[in-house]
C-alpha cells in the first residue's frame, strides 16, 4: 500500500503564494506520475498539473503561475502557486501512479491524497 501525506494548504489573500508538498510512502518500487488536482465546492474534480520524468503539463488557467516539481529521492511532489486568484480556491488533492510491493508481486494503481484546502480571498 502507498500513502500520501499533503500539507501546505491555507489562507492567503490574492496575489499571495502558497506551496504545496505531498510526500508518498510505503513500499514503492517507482513513481512514473505525480500530479494535483483540485475541487471547488459544486464542481467537478480537475487536474491542476502533473509531472513525470520526461514533462511536466498545467492546465491553462495555472500556467505562468503554478510550477510543479518533484523529489524523487523523496518520493515528493511540490506545487508552488503565485499570483493566486480568488478562483483558486478549492480543495488540492495529490494523486500518485505508483508501482509497489504488495503480497502477490509488484502492481501499479493510483493513490489519493486526503486533500488540503487552499482559500484565497479577495
Known amino acids: 500500500q502507498v500513502r500520501l501525506v499533503e500539507s501546505g494548504g491555507g489562507l492567503v489573500q490574492a496575489g499571495g503564494s502558497l506551496r504545496l508538498s505531498c510526500a508518498a510512502s510505503g513500499n514503492i518500487v517507482s513513481i512514473p506520475a505525480m500530479g494535483w488536482y483540485r475541487q471547488a465546492p459544486g464542481k467537478q474534480r480537475e487536474l491542476v498539473a502533473a509531472?513525470?520524468?520526461?514533462?511536466?503539463n498545467y492546465t491553462d488557467s495555472v500556467k505562468g503561475r503554478f510550477t510543479i516539481s518533484r523529489d524523487n529521492a523523496k518520493n515528493t511532489v511540490y506545487l508552488q502557486m503565485t499570483s493566486l486568484k480568488p478562483a483558486d480556491t478549492a480543495v488540492y488533492y495529490c494523486k500518485t501512479t505508483a508501482q509497489s510491493v504488495q503480497i502477490m508481486g509488484v502492481s501499479i494503481a493510483d493513490y489519493w491524497g486526503q486533500g488540503t484546502q487552499v482559500t484565497v480571498s479577495s
Open positions: 509531472i513525470t520524468r520526461e514533462y511536466t
